[in-house]
């Protein structure tokens, strides 16, 4: 599908859409308890789906009405049975650490570039458990036979390129006779290990951190059944408000100032560059468009989903920004870093991979007027598209429906804030 995006001034106001990663965790703890689980506000992007169709191979009963997911956990699954994970990474290793709770072997498959994301990690770590784990013997990724069950104990996991199999292992562990400890080394993404931890005390189940990177979960404990309301993704949100910041006047519903989410760090960024931000209890606005953006430096390692949504931001920005983690975004849908450096300089904007960094050239006027790829990448195709509206001409995103692995309405509402986008599918 093509979409062009037209120059245009955005304004009104929406809700953010919901976050798909905490759906996703919700969907797993609801499988893991007995009883019926009701989750609102829930995303319905590609990788949500993914979860509720591994929720019901792993015997949940799911009933979906909308963005209402009502699952009835009874956590059992075949031998042979099939987990597909589609292309949500967080599938993946969220939830091997659950299937190596089950006695039976059970297939984690995938799709498209999460073929291609290596699983040594899941499949070491869960081997020290006492899993007999199985992957693809050219490159040890999917699919990966998986047969339980676990057992408690210490386990070191490394966590610099991921949190996400310390996720699934919180999540698991806590069901097992034994207790449990976890030391995750080079743990980059602190705070989506806060959120998993967040959400399972909501569905009764303590995890211990004695300090960071390091957690004791008691064994023997049981998941209680929850009524379970979704916030807003900070990660789809980013791209709205730096699109507000750019050609708008915006307010963003059901998105918390507070929130553990680590796209969070947003605001910071916007503050730097000279955005007009009012951060209230529930809701974000972007008030007007400032005469001149200001470049800025950032760590993204600890979310380096804001790569290409501040990349978009730079773009604008007078003088050189500087956003260091660029080696978190080798084993994303794309090689992040080389295809922003490649579609943004069809925009005539340079930007320079140095070490740890890129280096973008702000500042100056984005033509547009070209064809851009999305490189089946839902978060480029969005970047693309919010550069899209402060250029001087209409940019054209060859393979954008790719959005809707996380955020399936993304077009839909930029037209509702009055920009004119056209689709040719």
Not at 36 to 42: F, M, P, Y
Not at 44 to 55: G, S
Not at 222 to 246: C, H, I, K, N
């Amino acid at each position: 599908m093509q979409v062009t995006v037209y120059p245009s001034v955005i304004k009104g106001a929406l809700n953010a859409p919901a976050s798909k990663s905490m759906t996703q965790r919700a969907i797993a703890a609801a499988v893991l308890s007995k009883g019926k689980n009701v989750i609102q506000r829930a995303s319905v992007c590609d990788d949500a789906l993914a979860a509720l169709h591994i929720a019901e191979a792993l015997g949940a009963t799911v009933v979906r009405n909308n963005t209402t997911f009502t699952i009835t956990g009874n956590f059992s699954a075949e031998a042979g049975t099939v987990l597909p994970c589609n292309e949500s990474g967080l599938c993946m290793r969220m939830f091997a650490p659950i299937a190596a709770l089950l006695s039976e072997p059970v297939v984690l498959t995938g799709e498209a570039s999460l073929r291609n994301r290596p699983a040594h990690m899941v499949t070491e770590v869960l081997t020290q458990l006492g899993a007999l784990c199985t992957a693809n013997e050219g490159d040890g990724a999917l699919p990966i036979t998986i047969k339980g069950p676990i057992k408690g104990g210490n386990i070191t996991v490394d966590g610099y390129q991921t949190s996400q199999l310390l996720t699934g292992l919180l999540m698991a562990l806590p069901l097992l006779g034994e207790d449990s400890e976890i030391t995750a080394v080079n743990l980059t993404s602190k705070s989506y290990v806060d959120m998993t931890i967040q959400l399972l005390r909501q569905f009764g189940v303590l995890i211990r951190k004695e300090r960071e990177g390091f957690y004791k979960i008691r064994g023997r404990q049981r998941y209680a059944p929850q009524t379970y309301v979704v916030e807003g993704d900070w990660s789809g949100a980013a791209f709205l408000l730096v699109a507000a910041v750019l050609k708008g006047d915006v307010t963003i519903y059901n998105l918390y100032g507070n929130s553990k989410q680590p796209d969070s760090a947003l605001l910071k960024i916007l503050t730097l560059v000279g955005a007009n931000i009012v951060v209230n209890e529930q809701d974000i606005q972007v008030t007007s468009i400032p005469p001149a953006l200001k470049s800025f430096q950032f760590d993204a390692s600890g979310c380096p989903d804001l790569f290409p949504p501040l990349v978009a931001l730079a773009a604008y920005c007078h003088g050189v920004s500087v956003i260091y983690g660029a080696d978190r975004l080798k084993i994303k849908e794309s090689d992040r870093a080389l295809t922003l450096q490649e579609e943004f300089s069809k925009l005539g904007v340079r930007i320079e991979l140095i070490d740890n960094s890129l280096k973008i050239h702000g500042g100056l006027p984005i033509q547009g007027g070209v064809t851009v790829a999305a490189h089946n990448d839902h978060r480029i195709a969005m970047a693309l598209a919010v550069a899209a509206l402060a250029a001087e001409n209409a940019l054209t995103i060859d393979g954008a429906e790719c959005v809707n692995k996380s955020y399936p309405d993304f077009f839909s509402d930029l037209k509702a804030l009055k920009a004119e986008v056209k689709t040719d599918s």
